[in-house]
């Protein structure tokens, strides 16, 4: 196993690799592509994978349990978190689009989706939770109830939230025993809506239009981690920016930082996120070993201040 820079999630002590490896789109893969794909993580340093229990509808999930056991690494040697509280709509899913009928953090919901996860992914524990999206509908107080069962039956060590704003944190916060230990939400050189408004507080243009409640700032103050999702997306799930023709600007900066560092594009995108001073834990969906080993490579690389800014730049961004 190579050296891979690890963080402090949260309060926890759980001592992460900076890169993880997400397993959304694990479900349409073969067990044995999967475990490659898992070796080849492994071997590079990470120790982090994330879930979540809507994934191909379970199958990701499940593809990942058996890819597990065929690995030459076992279930105690890595850290496994999945999500929940999202009720599918099997109409309204296909594939690698999934949609939801609901989201429902009741006890009875949160307590069913764990025991499911459980048994896909074939453990008997997960080192972390998390809400996936916030429920509006959501009662803190039943929240908390889930939270101590599931910790005192030893199926969770860890709770975290996914794509929730700092009012959201605060209020769940106030009910839990437990520390919120990270907030999951897509970053990356092409959805940076947080550092833009940092960047153009007190002005009038577009970026300057706060979406995420000053969360980079709320989170680093309440000594919670950053999960980068989709760091390579441009849009929701549009597809990946790099080597592609609508981003000429961005593609031909990101190669020329890669050539100085001797390195891939890949491997600068994950540098740009990794070099933000708040220990944001990047989050890979690649299932190609080749662009993963690539992307891991970015965790050696610390960009120079004006070389994150040009990429910044290059991307489409200004300064006021
Ligand atoms: N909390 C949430 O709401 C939420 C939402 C979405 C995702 N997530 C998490 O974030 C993880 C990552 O999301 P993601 O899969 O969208 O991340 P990503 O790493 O930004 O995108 C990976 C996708 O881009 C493709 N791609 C094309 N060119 C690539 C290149 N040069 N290098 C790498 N990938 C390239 C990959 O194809 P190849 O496989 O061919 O490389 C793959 O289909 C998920 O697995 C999940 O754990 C969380």
Known sequence: MANLKTIKLGQSGLE???????????????????????????????NFYDAADIYLNGKSEKTFGEALKQASFSRDDIYIQSKGGIVLDPSRSNGDLVFGQRYDFSKQHLL??????????????????LLHRPDALMEPEEIADAFNELQASGKVRHFGVSNFNGSQIDVLQSYLNQKLIV????????????????IHVNMTDADSVDHDSGLLEYLRFHKMNIQAWSPYQYGMFEGAFIDNPKFPELNAKLQEVADKYNVTKNAIATAWITRMPQNIQVLLGSMNPKHLQESIAGADVQLDKQEWYDIYFAAGHTLP
Do not use: C, P
Not at 185 to 191: A, D, E, K, P
């Open 183 to 198: 907030d999951q939400l897509q970053f990356g050189v092409m959805h940076t809506g947080m550092v833009d408004s940092g």
């Open 16 to 46: 992460a690799s900076q890169i993880a490896l997400g397993i959304m789109r694990m479900g349409s893969l073969s067990v044995a592509d999967a475990t490659k794909v898992i070796e080849t993580t492994y071997n590079a340093g990470v």
């Open 112 to 129: 069913e989706a764990v025991d499911g996860i459980l048994q896909r992914l074939d453990i008997d524990y997960l080192d972390s939770f």
